[in-house]
Nanobody, 121 residues
C-alpha cells in the first residue's frame, strides 16, 4: 500500500517560514519524481515544485527564490522549505509521487491527503 503523509502545515504570518515534509512508503523512493502541488480556495490545483531522482528541480514562477524542494532518499522523505511567505501562498499543499511500487512495475502517480498552510497578513 502506498502512503504519502504530509506534515508541517499550519498558520504563519507573512514574511515568515514553514517547512513541509512528506514521508513516503510503498514506493521505490530513490527512483521517484516527487512534487508539491497546492490548491487555493476556488482555484485549480497547481504545481509548486518538483524534483527528479537525479536531483533536477523545477519551480512555479510565483515561488521561485522563496521555496526550496529537497529530498532525503535515506528517509524516504521530500521537503518543501517555504520562506518569505505571502498571503497568496495560502492553500492546501499536496505531496505527489511519480513512482514504481516494484522494480520493473509501471510508473504511477500517487497523492497525499494534503496539509493546510494559512498565511496571515
Amino acid at each position: 500500500q502506498v502512503q504519502l503523509v504530509e506534515s508541517g502545515g499550519g498558520v504563519a504570518q507573512a514574511g515568515c517560514s514553514l517547512r513541509l515534509s512528506c514521508a513516503a512508503s510503498g514506493i521505490i523512493f530513490p527512483t521517484s519524481t516527487l512534487a508539491w502541488y497546492r490548491q487555493a480556495p476556488g482555484k485549480q490545483r497547481e504545481l509548486v515544485a518538483s524534483i527528479t531522482s537525479g536531483g533536477s528541480f523545477n519551480y512555479a514562477t510565483s515561488v521561485e527564490g522563496r521555496f526550496t524542494i529537497s529530498r532525503d532518499n535515506a528517509k524516504n522523505t521530500v521537503y518543501l522549505e517555504m520562506n518569505s511567505l505571502k498571503p497568496e501562498d495560502t492553500a492546501v499543499y499536496y505531496c505527489n509521487a511519480d513512482a514504481r511500487r516494484q522494480l520493473f512495475g509501471p510508473r504511477m502517480e500517487y497523492w497525499g491527503k494534503g496539509t493546510l498552510v494559512t498565511v496571515s497578513s
